[in-house]
């Protein structure tokens, strides 16, 4: 059918599964998009395994926290309270509403976390190209959790409470809230800029 | 161009759902040897596991609109808000922006959503050929825009995590925001499951 070293270039679009010569259509350091479905199939926007690593380690810094420290700050009548995300999930779980506190839980404080220890596994292994076994495992994991980390929308959430309730109270930003934007765009930085491409070319050669 | 086979498929080959790599095929039951999972030229069931997560959150987003989703007690006044109650208070209190962003979150996208992925899987299954650049794009787009419509749980957490001992206002939790919930995980795990390659399966020449 086709010669072999005409196969090793080849590529199927992922969206339309159209079969492309990747001798031809993808080009390093330009846009390339799919001719038939125009999905980008290669961006020249991407970060390298180091800076990647570093955008990281600036997430995990900042992780704690942001999870611990008050968000908010809320005074009403003299009374002031604090809201941050662990605090959120443990009121909701003492009124009863786990369901919705297995949701903030999950995409705020587990998938964030468990993303990051697993692309600093993988990202480590290969810089340092150790034969590591569970490296496609753990990469296949932090692509499937990627869908579930909400934190963009939650800073959008903070915001529409806050106008909620800023008529009746006085609002004041704490320090977690800062610590969570770091959070937000080291993770969002290093989400849209990792070179998956290189990565999985990485793990194919270091194995397993 | 003709009328050679385009896709992968359709040449020999399967590409991996989960790391992209090429494989030639071979056999009936194969695992990708780069990130050692079953592949399959198509993602099995897709088109039914679709329409049956679809319905449910379609089924599940009429009770999430209609009953209450949380109750305020603030000051001596109790309010009890479903989703659109919410939206036209913000409208009241002079926030018309944000009851914007609000409306298109809660209300807009999902119900958009909905529509556009049943039209996507209706076109996939009736075997249409035209317009299937528009139908990859409204993928995309609900794709992207579904995880979005979370909000209305978030703010709901965050008046329950604020006002949490009740001393000077306390937020009640209703039904309908577990509903809503679900409406959106529902939906988000219906886009996930459809095959987007299979739009493009009737198409056999592009000029
Ligand atoms: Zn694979």
Redo the contacts with the bound molecule.
């Keep these: 059918m086709l010669n072999t070293d005409k196969a090793a270039h080849l590529e199927a679009c992922p969206e339309c599964d159209l079969l492309i010569d990747a001798s031809e259509q993808v080009r390093e350091g330009y846009v390339s998009q799919c001719p038939r479905c125009l999905g980008v199939l290669e961006h020249p926007l991407r970060l390298s395994i180091k800076h990647n690593f570093i955008c990281v380690l600036t997430g995990l810094v900042f992780y704690f926290p942001a999870i611990f420290l008050p968000i908010l700050k809320f005074t009403m009548l003299g009374n002031t309270e604090a809201m941050s995300i662990v605090g959120c999930v443990l009121a909701l779980f003492a009124t009863t509403n786990y369901g919705i506190a297995g949701i903030v839980f999950f995409t705020l404080v587990l998938v964030p976390l468990v993303k990051m220890m697993l692309i600093i596994f993988v990202t480590t292994r290969l810089y340092y190209s150790v034969k590591t076994p569970f490296l496609a495992v753990s990469f296949r994991w932090y692509n499937s959790l990627s869908h579930w980390g909400m934190l963009d929308i939650f800073l959008l959430g903070v915001l529409v409470a806050a106008i909620k309730l800023a008529n009746d109270a006085e609002l004041e930003p704490g320090l977690g809230l800062y610590a969570f934007i770091i959070l937000l765009l080291s993770s969002a930085l290093q989400t849209q800029l990792l070179n998956k491409k290189l990565l999985w070319k990485l793990i194919e050669r270091h194995g397993q | 161009m003709g009328n050679r086979p385009l896709s992968a498929l359709q040449q020999g080959y399967l590409c ?1 759902r ?2 992209h ?1 090429l494989i030639p095929k071979a056999g009936q039951v194969m695992r ?1 040897p ?2 050692r ?1 079953k ?1 399959y030229p198509r993602v099995p069931y897709s088109l039914a596991q679709s329409w049956a997560l679809l319905l449910s959150g379609f089924f599940l987003y009429i009770p999430a609109n209609v009953l209450p989703i949380m109750t305020l007690y603030k000051g001596g006044t109790i309010r009890t808000d479903t989703i659109m109650s919410g939206i036209i208070n913000l409208m009241h209190i002079g926030m018309t922006p944000i009851a914007i962003i609000v409306f298109i979150a809660s209300i807009l996208v999902p119900l958009l959503k909905m529509l556009a992925l049943a039209m996507i899987l209706l076109a996939v299954q009736c075997k249409r050929q035209c317009n299937v650049c528009l139908r990859t794009k409204m993928y995309r787009v609900v794709e992207f825009v579904g995880r979005w419509s979370m909000l209305d749980i978030f703010v709901i957490s965050i008046l329950v995590g604020i006002v949490k001992f009740g001393r000077v206002a306390s937020v009640d939790v209703e039904p309908a925001a577990w509903l809503f919930a679900c409406v959106v995980i529902l939906t988000m795990l219906a886009a996930m499951r459809f095959d987007s390659r299979l739009i493009w399966d009737e198409i056999n020449e592009y000029e």
């Design positions: 991996c989960s790391c790599k990708c780069r990130c999972r592949v």
